[in-house]
């Protein structure tokens, strides 16, 4: 069983403060995707990363993917309130055909 | 273009008895995964449907079973409802091949409350 592991858990910051989410696996991904999920709402897809060192940029925030395809980094520059919600990454792996979710991480930005 | 779209939004039941959730993909998708949700966690993978047969299943008992339609839509059943089961099921559509690079398009999800 491929798991993901994503920390922190809880994270409270206030407006323009920068953060990083983490999420680890020992196994190996092909690629790898970030959620924001808001309350009452349905995952959304932020970005895709397929490439090993890979990064992608939307806007305020940095998305890494590890050498090694086993993890990855969410950066988020200036915080906002507007990006309040739980960050989920997910894998996919060998011919599995399904994502593979991290527990995720619940990100409050205090005005 | 509607999106995918999921019903009940919310149901409660009780011990014992059974469930039926519904699930429309996005205009244009083909197959449909189902994830079972709980509080403060991450989606975990039921199972998937494509060409109206079960193509991949995650770790769930055999209570959990579902269907696709000819026009792609699904339904996720749940038997002998336990307390654990209390979660929010999300229907997720795509396009078959593209698991992993394309975009799963996620409904708003079914609350199931189980008593």
């Known amino acids: 069983t491929q798991l993901l592991e994503q920390s922190p858990q809880f994270l409270s910051i206030q407006e323009g403060e920068n953060l990083t989410v983490y999420c680890n696996s020992s196994?190996?991904?092909?690629?790898l995707q970030w959620y924001r999920q808001e309350p009452g709402e349905g995952p959304v897809l932020l970005v895709t990363v397929v490439t090993g060192g890979e990064v992608k940029k939307l806007k305020r925030l940095t998305f890494q993917f590890g050498d090694a395809r086993k993890d990855s980094s969410l950066h988020i520059t200036a915080a906002q309130p507007g990006d309040t919600g739980l960050y989920l990454c997910a894998g996919t792996s060998g011919s599995a055909r399904q994502l593979t979710f991290g527990s995720g991480t619940q990100l409050t930005v205090l005005p | 273009d509607a999106g995918v779209t999921q019903s009940p939004t919310h149901l409660i039941k009780t011990r014992g008895q059974q469930v039926t959730l519904r699930c429309s993909p996005k205009s244009g998708h083909d197959t449909v995964s189902w994830y079972q949700q709980a509080l403060g966690q991450g989606p975990q993978f039921i199972f998937q449907y494509y060409e109206e047969e079960e193509r991949q299943r995650g770790n769930f008992p055999d209570r959990f079973s579902g269907h696709q339609f000819p026009n792609y839509s699904s339904e996720l059943n749940v038997n002998a409802l336990l307390l654990g089961d209390s979660a929010l099921y999300l229907c997720?559509?795509?396009?078959?091949?593209?698991?992993?690079?394309?975009?799963?398009?996620f409904g708003e999800g079914s609350r199931l409350t189980v008593l």
């Open positions: 196994s190996v991904f092909s690629s």
């Open positions: 997720a559509s795509s396009l078959a091949g593209q698991e992993g690079t394309g975009e799963l398009f």
